[in-house]
């Protein structure tokens, strides 16, 4: 336990689960509480908004969202911009080396995608750099090739075709169904395929191709690339590589129980997702101070911002919860995280979309895809979330 006179809950990572996690804490008004958020970057990047940003400059300037107004003015709460580097059973430890104790701790580090989805850097001027020269060479170019069909892929050939609609604008996808993804239904995938044709993006499936110079390191490339395919040779200028998310949890490998010396915490790591492993209730398994929500944890079985709005309230919850109990010396009653029903939503322009929310079905619908999200992206939300105006 920590020594100073507030409960001290550590939350690293200030995105959709951290922030998810920090309003539910904050909720509940407890006066003996101090929440610290630790986050790598400057700003809090709205991801959902990154390939409107990609061809909308005004847009662009939005989705870098700053932490300032987080916590209300005078409360004893504190953000601090830094790497966690090490977890350890009452602290952790950030790159510059600075120590952080704490009572409860909310893992929430999230994942990466290729630029211009997520980006590398802490910086979000640097960040937004990369898309604003992106959309420079954009408008210059002809033709333009996106690797990989699942959601990414899908908005961002969307994007790009709705907003330069006499640009040729290829998605090539290594499987024979787009958004292959579990609990999505057959439907969907078809009404998605369907949906792009319409829109004129020219869709070649079940073709692994690689392309000179473009992977995941330099996923955005201005560079004459013929690509051979099963449907002919493909001219491009331009090719956006959109495969893969990938999860870094390597900070966990320092974490032991405080009375084991044998304890191996790669156990607390699944094999080739890296995601840790939580139990019903977000709680890492063999901790129970320690909780992992969001991308980062094996709670849901696809990683989505909408998984998160249902399970990340229970994570604080429970923390809070188990900060009750620890008070009044009773045993804690802890609940399981809520699951979000099945529902995927893929904007491919501001009046776009198709979508698949398990009560109203799934298929193209202009009208719910820019109710539910095509319009702003849920920029609104997400700012409502962190008291931006
Ligand atoms: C382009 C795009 C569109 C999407 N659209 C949708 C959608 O429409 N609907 C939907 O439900 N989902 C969508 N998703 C998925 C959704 O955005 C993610 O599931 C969600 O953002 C994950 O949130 P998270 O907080 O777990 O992780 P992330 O959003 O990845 O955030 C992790 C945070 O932790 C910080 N961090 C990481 N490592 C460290 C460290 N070591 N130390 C300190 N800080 C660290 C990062 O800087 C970041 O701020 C989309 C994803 C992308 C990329």
Redesign the pocket.
């Known amino acids: 336990m920590a020594t100073t006179e507030h409960v001290q809950v550590v939350v690293?990572?200030?995105?959709?689960?951290?922030i998810t996690v920090i309003k539910a804490l904050l909720a509940a008004n407890h006066k003996n509480l101090q929440i610290t958020l630790?986050?790598?970057?400057d700003a809090?990047?709205h991801?959902?908004g990154?390939?409107r940003a990609l061809v909308d400059e005004q847009y662009a300037d939005k989705i870098w969202l700053p932490y300032t107004n987080l916590f209300p003015k005078d409360s004893p709460h504190k953000i601090i911009q830094?790497?966690?580097t090490e977890v350890h059973f009452n602290h952790i430890v950030l790159a510059s080396g600075e120590t952080i104790a704490f009572n409860y701790l909310a893992i929430?580090?999230?994942?990466s995608?290729p630029a211009p989805?997520?980006f590398n850097m802490d910086s979000s001027a640097e960040a937004m750099a990369i898309t604003n020269r992106a959309r420079v060479d954009l408008k210059k170019s002809k033709s333009i090739v996106v690797v990989g069909g699942g959601?990414?892929g899908v908005?961002l050939a969307g994007e790009i075709k709705t907003a330069f609609p006499d640009k040729k604008v290829t998605l090539i996808h290594a499987s024979p169904k787009l958004v292959d993804y579990l609990g999505l239904s057959d439907g969907f995938k078809t009404a998605t395929l369907a949906h792009l044709k319409g829109l004129g993006v020219d869709v070649v499936l079940d073709e692994r191709v690689v392309i000179e110079g473009l992977d995941r390191n330099n996923a955005i490339q201005v560079a004459p690339r013929t690509i051979s395919t099963k449907a002919g040779p493909i001219e491009s200028d331009m090719q956006f590589y959109s495969v893969g998310i990938q999860v870094d949890t390597s900070?966990i490998s320092t974490l032991k129980p405080a009375d084991s010396v044998s304890f191996d915490p790669q156990s607390l790591v699944n094999k080739g997702t890296n995601t840790l492993k939580v139990r019903k209730t977000m709680q890492l398994v063999d901790f129970d101070h320690i909780f992992a929500v969001?991308?980062?944890s094996d709670f849901s079985k696809v990683?989505?911002?909408?998984a998160?709005s249902f399970a990340g309230p229970s994570a604080g919850k429970n923390i809070l919860a188990l900060i009750n109990a620890e008070e009044k010396h009773k045993p804690a009653k802890l609940a399981n995280g809520s699951v979000s029903p099945n529902m995927m939503?893929l904007a491919t322009g501001p009046t776009t979309g198709v979508f698949s929310v398990s009560w109203l079905g799934s298929g193209v619908s202009n009208f719910f895809s820019r109710l539910i999200?095509s319009k702003d992206l849920m920029l609104g939300l997400v700012k409502g979330e962190m008291n931006i105006k």
Do not use: Q
């Open positions: 690293v990572g200030g995105s959709s689960a951290g630790v986050e790598r970057r809090r990047h991801m959902l990154s390939f830094g790497k966690l929430c580090t999230g994942s995608n989805a997520k959601a990414c908005e900070y969001g991308d980062c990683p989505t911002g909408a998160i939503v999200k």
